[in-house]
């Protein structure tokens, strides 16, 4: 069982930056790929990074690549998005999830855990 709780949302100017980060109870957490994804109003729940279980391993969606980053420190069972250069599309709940591999990481429906979410708000 894993209990992840996001955290770091808030209302940015566009061009700002914020970090997320996601805090993971459980001694599992290091076995565990994790992922990013995002919901914006009236639209289904979206990809954004994931990392691989022992961190050597991350993948970003198109859309973010080159602005955010995903990382992680399994000593302290946190995994963070740094998000650089923001826009207001990329308004949205974010939340951190929990998959037992890579591949799981990247697609909502195979995810294991989720976090309740925190919101990002993007002022143009």
């Known amino acids: 069982q894993v209990q992840l709780v996001e955290s770091g949302g808030g209302l940015v100017q566009a061009g700002g930056s914020l970090r997320l980060s996601c805090a993971a109870s459980g001694r599992t957490f290091s076995s565990y790929a994790m992922g990013w994804f995002r919901q914006a109003p009236g639209k289904g729940r979206e990809f954004v990074a994931r990392i691989s279980a022992s961190g050597d391993s991350t993948y970003h969606a198109n859309s973010v690549k080159g602005r955010f980053t995903i990382y992680r420190d399994n000593a302290k069972n946190m995994e963070y998005l740094q998000m650089n250069s923001l826009k207001p599309e990329d308004t949205a709940v974010y939340y951190c999830?929990?998959?037992?591999?890579?591949?799981?990481?990247?697609?909502?429906?195979?995810?294991?855990?989720w976090g309740q979410g925190t919101q990002v708000t993007v002022s143009s």
């Open positions: 999830a929990a998959g037992r591999s890579s591949w799981a990481a990247t697609i909502a429906t195979e995810c294991d855990y």
